[in-house]
Every structure is written in structure tokens, then in C-alpha cells.
């Protein structure tokens, strides 16, 4: 059976009875399998101690060691009691940890910020190191992993700053929300403390000792260093901001690499050689230290992923060209443009026309209306200065000789005119033959982006199924690392859409004239 069977086959039957945790336990075993640490946000009563029981059924011959903290809790209680025989006898100090954590596969620590500082430091080597120092010797801890829940977060500037830095992965745990889920939880009849895990599934010592140097081999593509770099920045960035000064993201070196390496166990649980954009969502259970922070680091790491998603290119710059060059030529085929001009009486501001011959400089100006009304016997019209007033006498105008004069008290007088451009436009429909051309033309054109289409669904299909198949993160969030792709596909389709009105105008050509200024 390879990893990836495996790995399905056990996360389903350490969810069986489970309702709404399928994230919580993934990413419990994930953690465990990398060799760190898992802390649990939430309410008493959502099932964080229960992950951890179900956990220990995953590993052959698992033992697991669940304690609730208080400020009262001793070392004894944790680590064993100190062997009264044997320091009576040897005058030797040594814990009995048989059935205490330094013998357990799976460790649950309930309320662990309520610890003492002797647990706490002694914890810090077990999580560091797997080891712990019972007497004069310094002993294996088998530990795989270790859960750790409160419905709070670490107190600050209390010293516990070091332990919570040791907690990887950091996920809010809530009750289950779907009535139809929160009816089956409270009728279940399941023993869910039972072990209900294939022997062929579980993991044991070797498989974990195995699994360990392999997954330290897993590659890291350079698109996954950048979008870490890019989550970097934009941490600084946010850092940066007087607003954010209270609220600062902090997140070691060591961190990092603990981070890049729980990226290639996912990836090697997965059954993949490399890591891909699906396992750095990842990154955002690992970076953020408040709960006001939980929000901002996804959006970070969202935005840095989409940045360096999967991307194929097209080469549009070249159809784009050639379809101007077919539009050019579409347009020259069957549109001629011919200059023409004309004379038009010239107006005035006032709304008027200038008496171009006429022997007084004064009042030579009629108005437009005024003109407009002309017919071949006189009238009485006044004739204005240039600044529209007139004198109290009136003249017998009539039409002129032609459009572009008027009769003045028997005289003939030119209107000031001007010349103006105008075009006449000609459309002429494309003969069958031509047509019978372009829409081969047009033809090649879509089978280009048809071709386009089918080889970004192939490579989104093929190359890229692994994004669809991730045990540890969201399925819907393939989309975010194939924006590009399809950005790409709107694109073609866009193109797709373009051709297609290109054919559509000129099989509408029609022969036609029209005067244009």
C-alpha cells in the first residue's frame, strides 16, 4: 500500500465518530508525523482531548498520556514519582515514568499555560530534544506527538513565551455547527476510545524512524522559497505600520525552518517528492501569535501563494497582432474614404452673419434667425453692430442671388463664408470569395484558443491534480493557487468572443454611402 492509501485509509478511521474535526485531526497527525507540536484553541467540550486519544491509535502499540494543568500540578504528576526504594537504597533521584509522559507515543496537556516553571522548562527539552533527564540519565522520550489545549492564549510577559514558541501548528477548535452532524454526535453509539485502526495502516517505530530521513529529502521548488519570501515581506511591511505597533508578528529563523519542514512531510504524505502551493497554506496555522493576527496571516498568505501560482503561458501578444492586422485588413478591403469640402455661411458669437461687401463697418451684421426667414419679397430686418445692438431704422432685405447673399435695399451683399472638410465614406460588401478567405481565417484563429483551452485543462487535470488531492488543507483552495490559470482561460475566452464579432461584422457588411464631417 503506498503512503498516500495509507494515510487515507487512517485519517478515515481515526474520524469515525468524529464530527466536524476532519481539519483538527489531519493536521494532529500531520504534526505528529513531522515530530512537533500541535496547540488547540477552544471551549472545553470540542473534542480536543478526544483528537489526541483517537491520535495515539494511529501509531503500533501506541500509548498515550492525557493530563489537566493547574497552577497546583507537580512534576510527579507529569513525569512520574520519584522512585522512593531506589533513592532510599542508591541515594539516587529517579522518576518512575512508566505510564507518564517520558513513555508515551501521544501526549494531551489540558490548560498547559497554568503550568509551573519546572514543568514548563522541562517540557521545552522533551519537545526540543525528545529527551528527558530522569536522575544521572538522560532518557529516549518516544513521544510523536504532543497536543496541547486551553481555551486561552499564553499570558504575556509571564515566561511563557519559549513553550508557546514550541507549538507549530496553532488552529481554533469549535463545536459542531451542521444540525444534521450535531444529531448524529449526540445519538452515536460508537465506542469512540475504542481502537477501531487497521493494524496494515498504523505507523510503527520504523515506519516513523523511515519516514523521517525521507521526508527530509523532499525538494522545495523555488516557487514555494518564493512565496515565502514574499509572506516575509509582507510581514515586514505589516510590522512597519505605527498601527500594527502593539501588534507585531513575530517569527524566528528556527520557526521557519520547522515550518518548511512540515511543508514536506505534507507533501511526502501526499506522495509527492517535492512540496507544491497547496501545502504552504499550510503557513498560516504556523506564524500567527494572537487571535487578532489569525485573520491578517491568511489574507498574507492567500495574496503571497496567488502571487506565485501556477501559471502557463499563451502567446497573446502574437493572436492580438494578427488580429489587428485582420481588422486592418477587413477595413481597407471595404472602407474608402473620399475628402470633400464645403462653403458654410460663417457665424458670429452673437449668433449672426457678417455682411462681407457691405459699405458700413457698423451695422453689418444680420442676424441668423433673421436670415433663416428671407424669402424673395423684402422685409423689414434690422442689420446689428458687432455687439448685437442696432439703430432704431430698419432695411428691405430679401434673398440674394444665391445662398451665400442678400439683397439690401435693392443692393447685393455677400455673407463673410468659410470652407469646411468633410468625408465621404463608402462601404462596400466583400465579394463570396473574400468572405470564403476570412472565415478561414477565422477558423484558424479558434482552433488556436480551442487548442489553448484544451492543453490548460490538460496541464490543470494531469500536472496539477495533486493540488486537488490534499489530505491537510482545503480543496477550495486550489482555486487561489490556479488564479492565473484562470485569468489565462478568461483571457482566451475573451479572445474567443472577439474573433467571433470579427466575423459577424463583416459577413453584415452592406453597400452603403455617407457624408461625414
Not at 138 to 145: F, G, H, R
Request: negative net charge; hydrophobic residues 35%.
Amino acid at each position: 500500500m503506498v503512503i498516500k492509501q495509507r494515510i487515507q485509509k487512517l485519517l478515515k478511521e481515526l474520524n469515525t465518530g468524529i464530527y466536524e474535526k476532519e481539519e483538527v485531526m489531519a493536521l494532529s497527525l500531520l504534526s505528529a508525523v513531522a515530530g512537533e507540536s500541535i496547540f488547540l484553541l477552544g471551549a472545553p467540550g470540542v473534542a480536543k482531548s478526544l483528537i489526541a486519544r483517537r491520535l495515539k491509535y494511529a501509531f503500533e502499540g501506541g500509548k498515550a498520556f492525557e493530563y489537566l494543568m493547574s497552577r497546583f500540578s507537580t512534576p510527579d504528576e507529569i513525569f512520574g514519582p520519584v522512585a522512593i526504594s531506589i533513592l532510599k537504597n542508591y541515594d539516587k533521584y529517579v522518576r518512575v515514568v512508566e505510564q507518564y509522559l517520558p513513555s508515551a507515543d501521544v501526549v494531551f496537556l489540558d490548560e498547559i499555560w497554568k503550568a509551573g516553571p519546572s514543568i514548563q522548562n522541562a517540557l521545552l527539552t522533551v519537545i526540543n530534544e525528545k529527551k528527558y533527564r530522569n536522575g544521572a540519565q538522560e532518557i529516549d522520550v518516544p513521544m510523536k506527538a504532543l497536543i496541547s489545549a486551553s481555551n486561552e492564549l499564553p499570558a504575556k510577559n509571564e515566561g511563557l513565551e519559549a513553550l508557546w514558541d514550541r507549538f507549530l501548528i496553532r488552529l481554533e477548535v469549535e463545536g459542531i455547527k451542521e444540525k444534521s452532524n450535531f444529531d448524529s454526535m449526540i445519538s452515536e453509539k460508537l465506542d469512540l476510545y475504542k481502537d477501531n485502526v487497521s493494524a496494515d495502516v498504523k505507523i510503527t517505530n520504523d515506519n516513523f524512524k523511515e519516514w523521517s530521513k525521507i521526508i527530509d529529502e523532499v525538494e522545495v521548488p523555488e516557487n514555494v522559497f518564493n512565496v515565502i519570501d514574499v509572506i516575509r515581506r509582507k510581514i515586514q511591511l505589516h510590522n512597519d505600520k505605527e498601527v500594527n505597533k502593539d501588534n507585531q508578528i513575530y517569527i524566528s529563523d528556527r520557526r521557519w525552518r520547522k515550518i518548511v519542514r512540515l511543508l514536506r512531510t505534507s507533501a511526502f504524505l501526499n506522495d509527492r517528492k517535492a512540496i507544491d502551493l497547496m501545502d504552504c497554506f499550510l503557513i498560516k496555522d504556523c506564524i500567527w501569535n494572537e487571535k487578532t493576527q489569525i485573520e491578517t496571516v491568511k489574507q498574507i498568505v492567500n495574496d503571497s501563494i496567488e502571487q506565485n501560482g501556477y501559471k502557463r503561458q499563451v502567446d497573446f501578444k502574437s493572436l492580438k497582432d494578427e488580429l489587428d492586422e485582420f481588422k486592418e485588413e477587413i477595413k481597407e478591403t471595404t472602407e474608402h474614404v473620399i475628402p470633400r469640402e464645403e462653403e458654410l455661411a460663417k457665424p458670429t458669437d452673437y449668433d449672426s452673419y457678417e455682411l462681407e461687401t457691405y459699405p458700413s463697418d457698423s451695422n453689418n451684421f444680420i442676424k441668423k434667425s433673421d436670415y433663416e426667414r428671407l424669402t424673395a419679397h423684402e422685409q423689414d430686418i434690422y442689420l446689428y453692430y458687432s455687439n448685437g445692438c442696432y439703430r432704431n431704422n430698419m432695411w428691405q432685405i430679401k434673398e440674394g442671388k444665391d445662398k451665400f447673399h442678400i439683397s439690401v435695399n435693392g443692393n447685393e451683399y455677400k455673407l463673410k463664408t468659410i470652407i469646411k472638410s468633410k468625408e465621404l465614406h463608402i462601404t462596400t460588401k466583400p465579394d463570396s470569395l473574400r468572405v470564403e478567405n476570412w472565415d478561414k481565417k477565422i477558423q484558424k484563429y479558434l482552433d488556436f484558443t480551442i487548442q489553448q483551452k484544451e492543453e490548460l485543462e490538460q496541464y490543470r487535470k494531469k500536472d496539477l491534480e495533486h493540488l486537488r488531492t490534499n489530505f491537510f488543507v482545503s480543496l477550495d483552495l486550489a482555486k487561489i493557487v490556479e488564479s492565473h490559470l484562470s485569468k489565462t482561460e478568461e483571457e482566451i475566452g475573451k479572445y474567443q468572443v472577439e474573433i467571433n464579432k470579427i466575423q459577424d461584422s463583416y459577413k453584415r457588411i452592406e453597400n452603403k454611402k455617407e457624408v461625414v464631417d
